[in-house]
């Protein structure tokens, strides 16, 4: 099972950049799927995550910029970062509860994708 992550890149404040995670290999199902980022020197924290029928949780610094898409037939979700600030600069983290049979389920994350803002 890996996850794969695209997108991200430099942009200045204000801008807008996208992101894009898909998992493959063998799978049963995806359960939680979604976004967090880890800025040089502080914790790791949630962006968005969202279920398998489209719950969306977003993290505070998200809210009202940021917006997610899941297509369940792709095992693929989307982040679309819009009004983006130098405080969002992070590296970006795929993260998935992937079901590789009933009931075995596992967290995996992806490799990392960076998002620089500058100001």
């Known amino acids: 099972v890996q996850l794969q992550a695209s997108g991200g890149g430099s942009v200045q404040a204000g801008g807008s950049l996208s992101l894009s995670c898909a998992a493959s290999?063998?799978?049963?199902?995806?359960?939680?799927m979604g976004w967090y980022r880890q800025a040089p020197g502080k914790s790791r924290e949630l962006v968005v995550v969202s279920t398998s029928d489209g719950s969306t949780n977003y993290g505070n610094s998200a809210k009202g910029r940021f917006t997610m898409s899941r297509d369940n037939a792709k095992k693929t979700v989307y982040l679309q970062m819009n009004s983006l600030k130098p405080e969002d600069t992070a590296v970006y983290y795929c993260?998935?509860?992937?079901?590789?049979?009933?009931?075995?389920?596992?967290?995996?994350w992806g490799q990392g994708t960076q998002v620089t803002v500058s100001s």
């Open positions: 993260a998935a509860y992937i079901y590789r049979n009933v009931g075995d389920g596992t967290l995996y």
């Open positions: 290999g063998s799978i049963f199902g995806i359960g939680v």
